[in-house]
């Protein structure tokens, strides 16, 4: 049984008053940060900034991917309240060593500072990615990815300062979602996909920021094999990549992109020199 959600998106974006180098004033579009505190069953768990785009499946996909609820179905309701600034979670049965699973903390390189719970990197050994021959990617197909994003409207076209993240199988884009933080993007993704039982093995995930360890976990968990970035690459992220077998692509924008490790995934077909 899926869970109960409320559909509280809020406004991306905040007009206001400027003054350019001229001297000149006028009125641009910045992106609308706000505070989503989330309790699960009265306890609160976090504080969340976000643009609130979607804020119930930000809640679910965090809950994934710090692996605080096995499944989807453990998870009666999502209520969330802009004006107390709250999510409310209640669970079918609690959580089994709340406490426990919550009690060590890291703040993570995240935009916003994400944090994650536990002892994840502990039990990414558990984590099983499709083999080289189950999920691949050809270069044709990269550059038809980035060129459905480079035609993406989004808030950061008209307001910059946030970042986007996205869901492909192949060139289709399934979804897509931006935030003031990537690992809320993701995070949102992850309970898109939570929520309508999509599998990861055949999808790619982009981002449009860097690939630092939290964002090779998450993408891990959620166990879509291939990332591809518009940034760059953290010695950490690289490391685990290549510990759970994964194919990470950076600086991909137009026909230009590094392919970082996991090269038995990818179907090159090489540039001509110039």
């Not at 605080?68 to 060593?97: K, N, P, Q, Y």
Request: proline share 4%; hydrophobic share 40%.
């Amino acid at each position: 049984m899926s869970p109960r959600l409320t559909a509280a998106s809020a406004p991306l974006v905040q007009p206001i008053r400027v003054r350019d180098e001229f001297g000149a004033e006028r009125e641009i579009a910045i992106p609308a940060e706000r505070a989503l505190t989330v309790f699960v069953d009265k306890r609160e768990l976090v504080t969340l900034m976000t643009l609130g785009a979607a804020p119930e499946l930000l809640v679910l996909g965090y809950l994934r991917n710090q692996r605080l609820v096995e499944r989807c179905e453990d998870i009666e309701s999502v209520t969330v309240d802009w004006d107390v600034e709250a999510a409310a979670v209640a669970t079918r049965a609690g959580i089994e060593h709340f406490e426990q699973k919550t009690a060590k903390r890291v703040v993570t390189t995240g935009c916003g500072q994400g944090t994650v719970f536990g002892d994840l990197m502990e039990d990414l050994d558990t984590v099983r990615l499709p083999a080289p021959a189950e999920a691949r990617l050809s270069q044709s197909t990269l550059y038809g990815l980035l060129e459905a994003m480079r035609r993406q409207e989004s808030t950061y076209k008209s307001a910059g300062s946030v970042h986007g993240c996205a869901l492909f199988q192949g060139e289709q884009l399934l979804t897509f979602v931006e935030d003031v933080g990537r690992h809320n993007a993701i995070d949102t993704i992850a309970g898109w996909m939570w929520l309508h039982g999509v599998p990861g093995g055949d999808k790619i995930f982009y981002t449009t920021g860097r690939l630092t360890s939290e964002m090779v976990i998450k993408s891990a968990q959620m166990g879509v094999p291939i990332i591809v970035s518009r940034s760059g690459i953290t010695q950490m992220g690289h490391a685990l990549a290549q510990r759970l077998g994964m194919t990470l692509f950076g600086r991909a924008t137009n026909r230009h992109f590094i392919c970082y490790g996991g090269f038995d995934r990818f179907d090159a077909e090489p540039e001509p020199a110039r």
